[in-house]
């Protein structure tokens, strides 16, 4: 029997949490037409990829996407794809010329079991922590009002960790709400920027896969959770 590649030991673990910001911190869309095309292009290339959109928030001048893609070395064709798609449209529109985005964009594995819920909340409190809005579900641009308030949205899949929060539509939502308005003591790990986020067994997965050296853990290590507990809400 061939062997299993070694991405495929991990892939099934992860999603990715992709992003990137405008050159200069500048911003990269202008108004709501500018982030309809983004949104469009990203429905486009989910449909030629065939990866599922969890969370994504699209500010003024940096944007959020966490994906599970099938493949994870699927993750340049995407981010690459799409970024030039955008701003070809930059070009189109306002008669862009030059660079649009500042350098690569980032792409950290997610370990999906303890952290995408975490990563989640961190990109849907985006427009919360700029103070743009009293509530992250009142902003137009993000899957924060499919996952508090219930509102559709054909972008996004909702997750099978998100249905894990309760078996009742209603109760799920409210469980969110408190999430994104409470504290998460994975945070820091979320915000810290590692280019894996997880738990020791699945940064060295990753890592063996990837080539690359696992990245030290920061602060202090959190207790292990109970069997059946919701440590985060």
């Not at 990203?42 to 940096?62: E, I, K, P, T, W």
């Not at 020791?200 to 050296?213: I, M, T």
Request: glycine content about 6%; hydrophobic content about 35%; aromatic content about 10%.
């Amino acid at each position: 029997m061939p062997r299993v590649p070694r991405y495929l030991q991990w892939s099934e673990e992860a999603c990715f949490h992709l992003m990137n910001r405008g050159h200069n911190r500048e911003p990269v869309f202008a108004d709501d037409e500018d982030r309809r095309a983004f949104v469009e292009l990203v429905a486009r290339y989910r449909d030629r990829v065939g990866f599922r959109l969890l969370h994504y928030c699209l500010m003024s001048n940096h944007f959020h996407l966490l994906v599970k893609l099938p493949d994870p070395r699927q993750v340049s064709t995407l981010m690459a794809g799409l970024l030039r798609a955008y701003v070809h449209h930059c070009h189109r529109r306002h008669g862009f010329v030059g660079h649009r985005w500042q350098g690569r964009f980032k792409s950290p594995a997610v370990q999906c079991r303890d952290y995408l819920l975490s990563c989640g909340r961190y990109i849907e409190r985006n427009p919360l922590e700029a103070g743009m809005v009293v509530q992250p579900w009142d902003y137009d641009w993000s899957s924060a009002r499919v996952h508090a308030t219930g509102a559709a949205d054909p972008l996004v899949t909702e997750s099978v960790e998100y249905h894990e929060l309760a078996s009742e539509a209603q109760d799920r939502e409210e469980r969110w709400r408190s999430f994104l308005l409470g504290e998460d003591p994975r945070e820091q790990a979320v915000r810290r920027g590692d280019w894996v986020i997880g738990d020791d067994a699945f940064r060295l997965q990753v890592s063996q896969a990837r080539g690359r050296p696992v990245p030290r853990g920061r602060g202090r290590p959190r207790k292990p959770s109970k069997p059946g507990q919701v440590q985060f809400l």
